[in-house]
Protein backbone atom coordinates (compact mmCIF):
# COMPACT_ATOMS: atom_id res chain seq x y z
CA UNK A 1 0.00 0.00 0.00
CA UNK A 2 1.14 3.33 -1.35
CA UNK A 3 1.59 5.86 1.88
CA UNK A 4 3.27 9.36 1.70
CA UNK A 5 3.09 11.13 5.18
CA UNK A 6 3.81 14.61 5.73
CA UNK A 7 5.31 16.69 9.08
CA UNK A 8 7.41 19.89 9.90
CA UNK A 9 3.85 22.47 9.04
CA UNK A 10 3.16 24.86 11.57
CA UNK A 11 2.94 28.65 12.34
CA UNK A 12 5.54 30.67 11.34
CA UNK A 13 6.34 34.62 11.28
CA UNK A 14 6.44 36.37 7.59
CA UNK A 15 10.33 36.24 6.69
CA UNK A 16 10.82 32.36 8.48
CA UNK A 17 11.46 29.11 7.31
CA UNK A 18 9.96 25.68 7.55
CA UNK A 19 11.35 22.49 6.08
CA UNK A 20 8.39 19.96 5.08
CA UNK A 21 9.31 16.04 5.01
CA UNK A 22 7.22 13.52 3.18
CA UNK A 23 8.23 10.13 4.72
CA UNK A 24 7.09 7.70 1.50
CA UNK A 25 6.19 3.96 1.99
CA UNK A 26 4.94 1.05 -0.31
CA UNK A 27 6.34 1.69 -3.66
CA UNK A 28 9.97 1.86 -5.04
CA UNK A 29 10.73 5.34 -4.16
CA UNK A 30 13.80 5.77 -5.77
CA UNK A 31 12.57 5.35 -9.38
CA UNK A 32 9.83 8.06 -9.35
CA UNK A 33 9.20 11.93 -9.67
CA UNK A 34 7.72 13.60 -6.81
CA UNK A 35 6.18 16.61 -6.29
CA UNK A 36 5.01 19.42 -4.06
CA UNK A 37 1.12 20.77 -4.53
CA UNK A 38 -0.57 23.24 -2.26
CA UNK A 39 -3.98 24.40 -1.65
CA UNK A 40 -4.62 28.38 -0.08
CA UNK A 41 -7.93 28.74 1.69
CA UNK A 42 -10.77 29.23 -0.62
CA UNK A 43 -8.67 28.62 -3.85
CA UNK A 44 -7.50 25.65 -6.09
CA UNK A 45 -4.89 23.65 -6.05
CA UNK A 46 -1.20 24.81 -6.98
CA UNK A 47 1.54 23.28 -8.14
CA UNK A 48 4.59 24.52 -6.60
CA UNK A 49 7.57 21.87 -7.06
CA UNK A 50 8.82 18.62 -8.35
CA UNK A 51 12.11 16.78 -8.47
CA UNK A 52 13.16 14.02 -10.98
CA UNK A 53 13.84 10.31 -9.36
CA UNK A 54 17.46 11.14 -8.51
CA UNK A 55 17.05 14.01 -7.53
CA UNK A 56 19.45 15.57 -10.11
CA UNK A 57 16.59 17.96 -11.49
CA UNK A 58 14.04 20.37 -10.11
CA UNK A 59 11.63 22.79 -11.12
CA UNK A 60 9.44 25.14 -9.00
CA UNK A 61 6.03 28.12 -9.60
CA UNK A 62 7.24 31.58 -10.54
CA UNK A 63 5.44 31.88 -6.92
CA UNK A 64 8.18 30.21 -4.64
CA UNK A 65 11.38 30.34 -7.29
CA UNK A 66 14.56 31.13 -5.00
CA UNK A 67 12.57 31.01 -1.99
CA UNK A 68 11.81 27.17 -1.69
CA UNK A 69 14.09 24.04 -2.10
CA UNK A 70 13.31 20.81 -3.02
CA UNK A 71 15.15 17.87 -2.20
CA UNK A 72 15.11 14.15 -1.72
CA UNK A 73 16.61 10.97 0.23
CA UNK A 74 16.32 8.20 -1.70
CA UNK A 75 17.89 5.94 1.44
CA UNK A 76 15.83 7.22 3.77
CA UNK A 77 12.45 7.20 1.33
CA UNK A 78 11.78 11.03 2.12
CA UNK A 79 10.57 13.90 0.42
CA UNK A 80 11.78 17.39 1.55
CA UNK A 81 10.67 21.11 1.10
CA UNK A 82 12.97 23.76 2.40
CA UNK A 83 11.03 27.31 2.61
CA UNK A 84 12.44 30.10 3.12
CA UNK A 85 11.37 33.73 3.58
CA UNK A 86 8.33 32.76 3.88
CA UNK A 87 5.23 35.11 3.04
CA UNK A 88 1.40 35.46 4.06
CA UNK A 89 0.24 34.19 0.91
CA UNK A 90 2.41 30.71 1.42
CA UNK A 91 0.04 30.12 3.81
CA UNK A 92 -1.94 26.69 2.87
CA UNK A 93 -1.85 22.76 3.13
CA UNK A 94 1.18 21.44 1.21
CA UNK A 95 0.56 17.73 0.04
CA UNK A 96 3.20 15.88 -0.96
CA UNK A 97 2.51 13.88 -4.51
CA UNK A 98 3.59 10.71 -6.57
CA UNK A 99 4.21 11.04 -9.77
CA UNK A 100 0.97 10.85 -12.31
CA UNK A 101 -0.90 12.31 -9.48
CA UNK A 102 -2.12 9.11 -8.36
CA UNK A 103 -1.53 9.00 -4.76
CA UNK A 104 -1.39 12.03 -1.87
CA UNK A 105 -0.66 12.70 1.46
CA UNK A 106 -2.83 13.75 3.85
CA UNK A 107 -1.57 17.10 3.99
CA UNK A 108 0.28 19.23 6.45
CA UNK A 109 -0.91 23.15 7.09
CA UNK A 110 1.50 25.97 6.76
CA UNK A 111 0.15 29.29 8.50
CA UNK A 112 2.39 32.45 7.89
CA UNK A 113 1.08 35.07 10.31
CA UNK A 114 2.78 37.61 12.61
Known amino acids: EVQLVESGGGLVQPGGSLRLSCAAS????????MNWVRQAPGKGLEWVST????????SYADSVKGRFTISRDNAKNTLYLQMNTLKPEDTAVYYCVLAGCAYWGQGIQVTVSS
Open 51 to 58: INSDGVRA
Open 26 to 33: GFTFSTYL
